[in-house]
């Protein structure tokens, strides 16, 4: 059998013409998946919260926060919370979180979480040291105790000092780190958070906090170093 004239010219370019295909194809996926490596998010945020009985607190707290330099919503979401007194020094926490989570198609996901903390006071005048160590576990979805479905849960440590010698108003810095656990690889580092900013509490309305700071991650080749404003309400009764 003869060869075919026009398969024969036409083999070489349509190779390079597919080699080309490829490589754009590969450069636009890739460019839908770019790592945002600095940005600037806000953190706005209301609580309120209910004391019953002597040593038991119950709260909720609503939550929205913006990325893209504030220009877009990142995520809202809803918690509940409950905590223990032990004594003066220490108590515990625990606390149920759902979220609506923008996708990179903007979409949203339904994402839900609880958490476990336990939290030391102290005071060395005329600063105060808290120290809170928290368990949490999230999900895509309501089905946070299958084990069969993906999963992220991290082990938070937080240390913050508050200067408490201000009739209304109390500076502080704080520090927290993030380790991630998840099915697909071990445990690691994942980022820290630093903050410093001020408590107002005006008085029976309640208090404000603001701060700003950044988070950054860790053991990463291109860590991301985000930028952060927060400004939160609490009411207490």
């Not at 979805?141 to 849960?153: A, N, P, S, V």
Request: net charge positive; proline share 3%; with cysteine.
């Amino acid at each position: 059998m003869k060869d075919n004239p026009y398969i024969k010219a036409a083999g070489p370019g349509s190779r390079i013409g597919v080699s080309l295909l490829l490589i754009l194809l590969t450069n636009l996926l890739g460019a839908q998946d770019l790592k945002v490596v600095r940005d600037l998010h806000l953190w706005t945020g209301a609580t309120i919260e209910k004391k019953v009985g002597k040593d038991w607190v119950l709260s909720l707290e609503e939550e929205i926060r913006f990325k893209h330099n504030i220009s877009e919503i990142n995520n809202y979401h809803t918690g509940l919370g409950l905590r223990y007194r032990i004594n003066k020094n220490f108590a515990l926490e625990g606390g149920y979180r759902y979220t609506r989570d923008k996708k990179s198609d903007r979409s949203f996901e339904n994402l839900t979480r609880y958490h476990l903390d336990l939290r030391y006071a102290g005071r060395m005048n005329p600063v105060s040291i808290t120290y809170r160590l928290r368990y949490q576990k999230e999900v895509e979805g309501f089905r946070l105790m299958d084990q069969r479905i993906d999963y992220e849960k991290y082990v938070r440590q937080r240390i913050r000092i508050r200067y408490e010698n201000f009739a209304r108003v109390e500076p502080f810095v704080s520090l927290e780190i993030f380790q991630l656990f998840r099915p697909d690889y071990n445990a690691r580092f994942y980022y820290f958070c630093l903050l410093g900013g001020i408590k107002y509490e005006p008085g029976k309305l309640g208090s404000l906090g603001f701060a700003y700071g950044f988070y950054h991650e860790i053991e990463e080749l291109e860590p991301a170093m985000n930028f952060l404003f927060k400004v939160n309400y609490t009411y207490r009764f």
